[in-house]
């Protein structure tokens, strides 16, 4: 076999092994690279100064199975992208075939019968398809594939916003668990305490049975309050542990700060400008769709136009392996066709009636889209507003409940009033102090709600107009 045969059979290999499929079992995530880690804002979330807190919303960027899905997606909307455009190109495919058949002899052919034989058939064609796309559809389709991919973007960065919030929100969450549960310990004790003295009083006479029933009720919900904040607790760490992508069995274990340790956020604008919603995520990703669904119609309209394919033959053909590659056994053919779409039983017009009803669904939902941001921004601002408002009242609620109490301590101390006195005051400190973890802890979720609202973006830049 001459250099020519050979150079020729290593090309026809080097076709046939061209892109065939991979499969890569157990296939890994790509890193969190610097896109995305602009999705989190990293820098918002430092404004709190918890690096525990920080962590976290770091380690479910990575790990989160929810993200690894939407990571996933954006790499399967690429490869579309690329199926698209190959669509735009033409196509090679070989095809090699091979068969030996035996010819009857008893089939005569006029005057003439031949006997029967035997006849090799070798073939190895390389054949080449393009639909030449004057009307612009390939092309079409792959603009749509690409907006529909910018549109699974959108939908990873709504997502990476998404978990980072309800990260923070449950990490918040689990701090005033922790905080009450403190202040409920000494709850407990204080009406335990305060039960002994009133069963005391009531041996001596000195309290009645009504009032013995009032603080056995008052120990008893304590008590109940203390295993709800308990049951709370396991089940926002749980919680917190699948968000981080891990097992929930140490969720126990978890790191986390003090509530006292966190401050609340205080130059969050009042207003803020409506260009901010041209960065929300769903927006954008309402914004890519209807382009999409606008191409689409595009689409529908030129499939009435019709298809002109090109095709083509070239390769070998002989009777034996050993000829095969012989000049004279080479072939070459070439065909080309137009098709006209005229009659499909209605499909092509009802597909472009279905695709103009689509595009005017998504306006419809681009525009709700829209009020729907404008409704959330607000929402928040209002509630940042008010529950400010009542936090900065359980603060001062708690300084006067202190104050009462140094009073109160004194007239106990002068033997003015009794001990059992003081402990129904302290008593009504703890449960102040519980209100006061609570709207603190609502003032934190307010601030997050607030950065979700404008898709992650720095609040502190767009605060200057109201909505």
């Known amino acids: ?134 009307w612009g559809k390939n092309r079409t389709n792959t603009k749509i594939v690409k907006k529909q991919f910018e549109a699974i973007k959108y939908q990873e960065k709504a997502e990476f ?101 966190i401050e609340l956020l205080d130059d969050l604008p009042k207003t803020i400008t409506t260009q901010i919603i041209d960065k929300r995520p769903d927006i954008l990703k309402a914004e890519a769709e209807l382009q999409a669904a606008a191409l689409d119609v595009k689409l529908a309209k030129k499939a009435f136009f019709p298809s002109i394919n090109l095709t083509g033959v070239a390769g070998f053909n002989a009777h034996s392996m050993s000829s095969l590659f012989d000049w004279p056994s080479f072939i070459i053919a070439g065909t080309a066709g137009i098709v006209q779409p005229i009659f499909s039983g209605g499909q092509n017009k009802a597909r472009l009636k279905m695709r103009k009803y689509k595009y005017e669904q998504l306006i419809e939902n681009y525009q709700k889209t829209i009020l729907t941001s404008v409704q959330e921004i607000n929402d928040s601002l209002v509630s940042i507003k008010f529950d400010t408002n009542r936090n900065n009242n359980n603060l001062k609620r708690i300084k006067l409940e202190e104050s009462n109490l140094q009073n109160i301590n004194y007239k106990y101390e002068a033997g003015a009033i009794s001990y059992l006195d003081t402990l129904q005051h302290k008593e009504t400190l703890l449960v102040t102090q519980k209100d006061q973890c609570q709207s603190k802890t609502d003032c934190l979720i307010d601030s997050i709600s607030l950065y979700k609202s404008v898709g992650g973006a720095n609040i502190i830049d767009f605060g200057n107009k109201n909505l």
């Open 1 to 134: 076999m001459n250099a020519k045969k050979i150079l020729i059979i290593a090309m026809i290999i080097n076709l046939l092994t061209v892109n065939l499929p991979v499969f890569s079992f157990g296939h890994k995530t790509p890193a969190l690279i610097d896109y995305k880690k602009e999705y989190i804002n990293q820098e918002w979330w430092e404004r709190f100064d918890d690096p525990v807190l920080t962590g976290y919303i770091m380690q479910a960027a990575e790990k989160n199975h929810d993200i690894k899905i939407n990571s996933l997606k954006v790499l399967e909307g690429n490869e579309k992208v690329k199926e698209a455009f190959g669509k735009q190109l033409p196509s090679l495919s070989i095809e090699p075939t091979a068969f030996r058949r035996r010819y009857s002899g008893n089939l005569p052919m006029g005057p003439y019968t031949f006997p029967s034989y035997t006849q090799n058939n070798i073939m190895m064609p390389l054949n080449v398809n393009y639909e030449l796309d004057i």
């Open 161 to 261: 916003i998404s978990l980072t919030s309800s990260v923070a929100s449950v990490y918040f969450n689990i701090l005033n668990i922790d905080k009450q549960i403190q202040i409920q310990k000494q709850l407990v004790d204080i009406r335990k305490e305060i039960l002994d003295l009133m069963t005391e009083n009531y041996n001596y006479g000195l309290a009645s049975s009504t009032e013995i029933t009032l603080a056995e009720k008052s120990y008893t919900e304590a008590l109940s309050d203390f295993d709800n904040l308990q049951k709370s607790q396991n089940t926002l760490l749980n919680e917190l542990s699948v968000l981080l992508g891990s097992s929930s069995d140490n969720s126990m274990s978890l790191q986390r700060n003090s509530l006292d340790k």
